[in-house]
C-alpha cells in the first residue's frame, strides 16, 4: 500500500510553545491530506481537511487559528499547534486517500 | 450523515481460536468498507477493505463480509495469534463524503 511518513514521533514542549508536525506520502501524490487527533482508547476524530494550494476545511469546533494547517506541496502537509497547552496534548494522525486512506505512524504530543 | 458503530468494545480469545467484529452503518450510499489495526503508539494499518458490490473477501487468514440490505460489515480473523493482540476499527466511505470510524474492538489474544 501506499508510504504516509509523519514525523516527529513524539514531541514534548512547553506551555505557550508552537509545534510543528510534517505528514509527506512518499510515493504518490495527495491532493487531500486528513489530520486526526486521538485521545487514550478512543476512535479517530476528524480535525480538518488538508487541500493542496488551498486553505484547510476544519471541523466543527476545531479552532483554526490554534491548529494550522499548511498543504503547500502534493507530497507535504504541516500541522502547526500554535501556542500549546497541557489540553492539546494528544495522539495527531494524519492520513492520505488515494482513494483507500493510508495513515502515518502518529505523533504522540505532550505539553508540559 | 453517516454513523457507524461496531461491537464488541472488547474481545478475549484463546491463541488459534477465531475473532470477529461486527460493524454496522447507517447511509446506504456508502459504497467503501475498510478495517484498520492499530498497535499501541501507533497510526492504524489498512488490513482489509471492501467495497459494495462484493459480498466477501479474504486475505489469508483475515476476511471481511458485506452485507448491504441490512447495512453491516463483519472482520474474521482465523487461528488468531498473539500479535494479532491490537485496537481493530472499521470505517464507512461514500465517495466524496469522509470517512467514518467505528469506535474500535480491543481485540486480545491469550497464548
Known amino acids: 500500500g501506499a508510504v504516509v511518513s509523519q514525523h516527529p514521533s513524539r514531541v514534548i514542549c512547553k506551555s505557550g510553545t508552537s509545534v510543528k508536525i510534517e505528514c509527506r506520502s512518499l510515493d504518490f501524490q495527495a491532493t487531500t491530506m486528513f489530520w486526526y487527533r486521538q485521545f487514550p482508547k478512543q476512535s479517530l476524530m476528524l480535525m480538518a481537511t488538508s487541500n493542496e494550494g488551498s486553505k484547510a476545511t476544519y471541523e466543527q469546533g476545531v479552532e483554526k487559528d490554534k491548529f494550522l494547517i499548511n498543504h503547500a506541496s502534493l507530497t507535504l502537509s504541516t500541522l502547526t499547534v500554535t501556542s500549546a497547552h497541557p489540553e492539546d496534548s494528544s495522539f495527531y494522525i494524519c492520513?492520505?486517500?488515494?482513494?483507500?486512506?493510508?495513515f502515518g505512524s502518529g505523533t504522540q504530543l505532550s505539553v508540559l | 450523515g453517516e454513523n457507524v458503530e461496531q461491537h464488541p468494545s472488547t474481545l478475549s480469545v484463546q491463541e488459534g481460536d477465531s475473532a470477529v467484529i461486527k460493524c454496522t452503518y447507517s447511509?446506504?450510499?456508502?459504497?467503501?468498507f475498510p478495517w484498520y489495526k492499530q498497535e499501541l503508539g501507533k497510526g492504524p494499518q489498512l488490513i482489509i477493505d471492501?467495497?459494495?458490490?462484493?459480498g466477501e473477501k479474504k486475505d489469508q487468514r483475515i476476511a471481511v463480509t458485506l452485507n448491504k440490505t441490512a447495512k453491516h460489515f463483519s472482520l474474521h480473523i482465523t487461528e488468531t495469534q498473539p500479535e494479532d493482540s491490537a485496537v481493530y476499527f472499521c470505517a464507512a466511505l461514500n465517495y466524496g463524503q469522509n470517512f467514518v470510524f467505528g469506535p474500535g474492538t480491543r481485540l486480545s489474544v491469550l497464548p
Open positions: 492520513s492520505a486517500s488515494t482513494p483507500e486512506l493510508f
Open positions: 471492501i467495497r459494495s458490490n462484493v
Open positions: 447511509d446506504s450510499a456508502s459504497n467503501y
